[in-house]
């Protein structure tokens, strides 16, 4: 269950890096994008640190809506509904 005190979600290190290589882009200018340096990218990544409201927003910017619901982790599946249910129920 998602505690109360998380401040930012975690990403899924292979759909993120899918999602670079898909798309033709580098660590390096994700992190940018996302304001923060490679190193950080990559040792927030393969610790499974969280990232704070502005970096997921950037992310979110970045890859698409559809994309991000895919490379965020979600602490449950009932979490990823509910963001996905926001983000995308009221356009259909």
Request: glycine share 4%; no cysteine.
């Amino acid at each position: 269950m998602m505690q109360e005190s998380q401040k930012g979600y975690s990403l899924k290190k292979r759909k993120l890096k899918d999602w670079i290589y898909d798309n033709g882009k580098t660590q390096p200018y994700v992190a940018r994008k996302l304001g923060i340096t490679k190193t950080e990218l990559q040792r927030k990544l393969n610790e499974h640190e969280l990232f704070d409201e502005e970096q997921i927003r950037s992310l979110v910017y970045l890859v698409g809506a559809e994309a991000a619901i895919e490379i965020i982790y979600f602490p449950t599946i009932k979490e990823k509904y509910k963001v996905w249910q926001k983000t995308f129920a009221q356009k259909r």
